[in-house]
């Protein structure tokens, strides 16, 4: 491949997973134990729920069962972006819920402050940055587009010229800036603060234990791996991507594996090269969009563009090295910076992330209101698993809250069909948001009949 000499040193480990501090592994759960809630799941959402439960009531007795290590999956190698959206965007939530978007855009920003509030409230070290974000316009129709965005003091449109003396490209027609919007941090470093924060508030976690059993015993409910089971009377599913232990909840989920580069640290003449004083995070206008930011040692990731389903919904740590994406993916990379040609790239990777229908989390409860879920987040769920952990414990405490009375919150997504007409339909729709970028973003009839029946995408 064209790229392979500036790849084939790279590390398959996630960059942010590649630290010789990590801490160390908890015991697995052995035996039968009791608790007044378990939490299933130990990345992002799993963790808020825990942390959460326990500021709620610090009395409290919170398990937390983790299937492999705290923050190993998306968690700890998704590209940092904590963005103040619970809707996947503006847009997306608007033309779903339009009558709720400013109440949802208020909660997004509530959200986003108190995550940073959390963060200081625990002395979590996570190399967190209120940079905001950057969409930048590859093309004259983005730029276009971004120009008839709504703009304010903290949303500001940048023409070509400001665009760039932001950050120095050739491809960037335009952007736009969210000053506030969006946070950057160390995501493998946040999952770690986050489980700290857990164990100092007295919540039990227990890795390498997947659960393998949940049903109900009269009054309360039985949670059980292959060496143990905990017996509590509520239960928090934060599983996502991951073969919901409800049945009635894995139609609305599709695994798709998304990859990411990591280059070797910039040099000072590098990075000016680029500007990027601002050290924004940034996300392309395409609809197969690139999503890229700077390290804390001045490093670009470089990831997104390929979301790739497998036939079955399959899922499968094979499938987190893709030679042909990291070589696309590099390419892309320097059509953007050629002042870089010739950087190497420290780190490949990739794994599997849940998305849903309208792209963004739902939620939903079972077993008469004992067992509360929050699934679907398609990536952005660095910030909003917050937001979904606080509806899990709403549900959880059964009385109803401004989250638990949004739509949004009240109303599932449309639910994929079964192969192979799932593979059929992700596969026609993959090829036709690829033609619209190559044509202006004009979208075709297929496009068209799902925006009609709420099933478009346009991020």
Known sequence: MKYDHLLADASTTP????????PGALEALAGRVTADLVVVGGGYSGLWTALMAKERDPGRDVVLLEANRIGWAASGRNGGFCSSSLTHGYDNGLSRWPGEMDTLERLGRENLEEIEATLERYGIECDWRRTGELAAATAEWQAEELAS????????????????????????????????????????????????????????????????????????????TDHGVVV????????????????????????VYDYALMTEPLSDAQLASIGWANRQGIGDSANHFHYYRLSADNRILWGGYDAVYHFGSKISSKLDQRPETFDKLAGHFFETFPQLDGLKFSHKWGGVIDTCSRFCAFFGTAHDGAVAYAAGYTGLGVGATRFGADVMLDLLAGEPTERTELEMVRTKPLPFPPEPFKWFGITVTDRALARADRDGGKRNLWLRTLDRFGMGFDS
């Not at 960059?15 to 990590?22: A, H, I, M, Y």
């Open 15 to 22: 960059f942010w997973l590649d630290t010789k501090d990590r």
């Open 149 to 224: 965005a709504p703009t304010s003091e903290d949303v500001v449109f940048l023409d070509r010229e400001a665009m760039q003396a932001e950050v120095a490209s050739p491809t960037y027609h335009g952007g736009l800036w969210d000053k506030k919007g969006c946070a950057i941090v160390d995501p493998a470093r946040l999952a770690f603060g986050l489980r700290d924060a857990c164990l100092r508030l007295g919540v039990r976690i227990h890795e390498k234990s997947p659960v393998s059993l949940l049903e109900r015993a009269d009054t309360v409910m039985r949670v059980g």
């Open 232 to 255: 509590a009377p509520k239960v928090a599913l934060a599983t996502n991507v991951f073969p919901n232990l409800l049945k009635r909840v894995r139609p609305f989920i599709v695994p």
